[in-house]
Each structure stands twice: as C-alpha cells, then as structure tokens.
C-alpha cells in the first residue's frame, strides 16, 4: 500500500480493558495527560514499502533498540486535538483537516515521511470510536487526543530516518481551569529564544518544547504560569508562549497579533480567533509586536487585553507581565469583555450549543 491510498485499519480490541467502574472513577478526576485509553492507533512506514501495518491496538509500550535515531537526532512531531460529546450526544473533532495539514507540514521541515491526510483522520475516527467511553460525559471534558511520528530506524548515521512510527494515544482531561477561568500572569523571558527565522519554529516538533523548557522553569521560578518569547535576531518583538499564540485587544476595538513569519507555529485556535474577531466587527492586525510597545500600550490604557490560545486552554486572559525590571498588569488584571466573548462563542461551536457556521465541527462518533 502506498502514501495516497486508502489503507485499511486492522482492529484488535484490547483483551483486557479497564473495568468499567475502573474507568468511570478515572474519567470522573482525570487531570491533564495522566490517565490513558485502552488503545492505540499505529501505521508504520519505511522507504520503498510507504505506509503499511495501520491498526487499532491495546495500547502498551514500544519497544525500541538504543540505536533508535529519534533517541539521538530528535526526529519527533505531534499535534494536540480534542474529541467532544457535543449537545446531541455525537463526538466531534474541531477542525481535524487542519491538524492533518499541519503534520505534514512539521513532516516536511523534518524530513519525514508525509502521513497522508486521510490515513491521519482516519486514525482518529478508528480510535475514538473504540474508545469513546473514555469521552467525559463533563461538558468542561474532553477526550485529547495526541498524534505523533519518529524516527523509527535502527541506525546512527546522521540523515533523515528511512523508517517511521506514526501513533495515536488518547488521554480524558477535565477542565483547563477549575473553578472557571482565571487570568495568568506571563514571564517574559529576555535570555532564552524559542525559534529563529530559518529553525524550526512553526513545525510542532518535540524539539521546540525541550528548548523551551529551561525558560518555562525560569517562569516558574518568578512566580509566573507560562513563559513569553521574544524574537531570536533581536528580542524586541513578541512571538508566543511555549505553546500558546497570544492576543492583543485596544481599546478602539482592534486586536493586534504576530505575524507568521516561520518562527511562529501556526495555531488553529490562533486562525479560528482571526475569523471570529472579524466577524465580531473587530480589525485584527498581524504584524512584529514590540516588547516596548506592550508595555507602553498597559500603561497608558491604550491596552485593554491580553489572551492567549491554544488547543489545550483554548483562551486563557493575561492579567500580569513580569521581566527582569519589572511588572505591569494589563487592564484591570481581570478577563475583560472581548477575551471573554470570543471564548464563549468558540467553547460554544467546539461543543456543538451553537450553530457551527464555518464547517469548523467533524462529528467522528
Ligand atoms: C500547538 C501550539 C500552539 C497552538 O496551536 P493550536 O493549533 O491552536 O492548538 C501554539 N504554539 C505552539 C508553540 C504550539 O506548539
């Protein structure tokens, strides 16, 4: 079977699955990425043969030789989703053509093998269809789902792998925020980077993270949630968080955000707010946004807010910004209006209580 064909999964359902009242106890408290599912989805691939062996499984460990190259050379992608049981008792993905898009992109900066899109949405419809007992009954719950791909070679020389691993795990997740949402205070990190033009900073690769990690503990250290970069050539301009996008509102109604300029990853969530603020009636701009001018902009009111947006939070409001010299709050330091709507409206559409007017909702199940 080869790259654009339709190849057909091979379901072994897990002999031994959790128990019923097992699983119901784990859904009911899952916290984030702890507890998993009863199966996997693999497909494997290698140079000649193209893609072969997709299949539902028990999910288990792998095992793999130490001269595995993903080991030494960090060949590694994922991407972040989440399944929903929507108002009509479904469960519906949000925008999963996009996803698949964008893994054979970060496929394609690492010199991987390119998933066929198809063969990646179907690996989702397979599995959470034997696993949706695992969506929580919540409406705050959700199924996340985490595709991924490595270099599966046995071999130490340094060249793009010629054997692949593509897995799909699940994992329940409550609420982002419990006790409802609460704004964040951010880090602005003025030491480390996170990408530089010509890296690999809107490919999803597990690289970025771990360079992201010692400023993400440096947040941490000062008190702070999460870690804001700035521009690798001169570290006046605001990127993103280690993996979120970020927003920002004036208060003539405009909303300002990065542009894509290869150093940022490309968020969907990021796309589905551009789309939404527009039809809200609000100018949003993509352009370089200085440090200088964020700090500026709060301290004269011109300012109003401050979000960030990703898969796992969806919006999350910025209330304070700490740096080496200093600290400002933006707004009041609370969830303001426009950040607080346009969460609203997408937590709406992903679940299904709204109409979904954009094509935006895959039922799956
Ligand atoms: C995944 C990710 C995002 C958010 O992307 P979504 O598609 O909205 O989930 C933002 N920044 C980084 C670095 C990411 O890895």
């Not at 699955?17 to 899952?30: F, I």
Request: with cysteine.
């Amino acid at each position: 079977m080869f790259g654009g064909e339709i190849l057909d999964f091979e379901i072994r359902p897990n002999p031994a699955p959790v128990s019923v009242a097992e699983r119901a106890a784990l859904v009911a408290n899952p916290g984030f990425g702890k507890i998993f599912t009863d199966h996997m989805a693999t497909v494997r691939y290698s140079e000649g043969k193209g893609w072969y062996d997709a299949r539902i499984e028990a999910r288990a460990p792998i095992a793999m030789d130490p001269a595995t190259a993903t080991l030494h050379y960090a060949q590694e992608i994922f991407e972040g989703m989440k399944a929903y049981r929507t108002a009509d008792g479904g469960i519906a993905l949000f925008r999963p053509e996009a996803n698949a898009r964008r893994f054979r992109s970060s496929a394609h900066r690492m010199a991987m093998a390119q998933l066929p899109e198809r063969l990646f949405l179907e690996s989702l419809r397979h599995l959470i269809t034997m696993d949706r007992a695992w969506v929580p009954d919540d409406p705050e719950g959700s199924l996340y789902l985490r595709p991924f791909m490595y270099a599966s070679e046995v071999f130490l020389g340094v060249r793009p792998s010629l054997e692949y691993l593509y897995l799909v795990i699940a994992s329940p997740v409550g609420p982002y925020f419990k006790g409802g949402v609460r704004p964040v205070t951010v880090w602005v990190s003025e030491e480390y980077t996170r990408a530089a033009l010509g890296g690999t900073g809107e490919a999803k690769c597990g690289g970025n993270y771990a360079a992201s990690l010692s400023a993400q503990a440096e947040a941490i250290e000062h008190g702070c949630d999460q870690v804001v970069f700035l521009d690798a050539a001169g570290r006046g301009h605001v990127e993103e968080l280690g993996g979120m996008n970020v927003f920002f509102v004036y208060d003539d109604g405009t909303l300002v955000t990065p542009s894509l300029t290869g150093t940022i990853l490309p968020g969907i969530t990021r796309d589905s707010v551009i789309t939404l603020a527009r039809e809200f009636g609000h100018q949003v701009v993509e352009r370089d946004y200085g440090f200088a001018e964020w700090r500026e902009d709060a301290a004269s009111g011109r300012l109003r807010e401050v979000f960030a947006c990703g898969t796992a939070a969806v919006i999350t409001p910025i209330g304070s910004v700490r740096c080496a010299d200093g600290e400002f709050t933006i707004g009041d330091g609370a969830c303001g209006a426009v950040t607080e709507h346009l969460r609203t409206t997408l937590v709406d559409i992903q679940r299904g209580r709204i109409a979904d007017t954009h094509g935006w909702v895959r039922t799956v199940a």
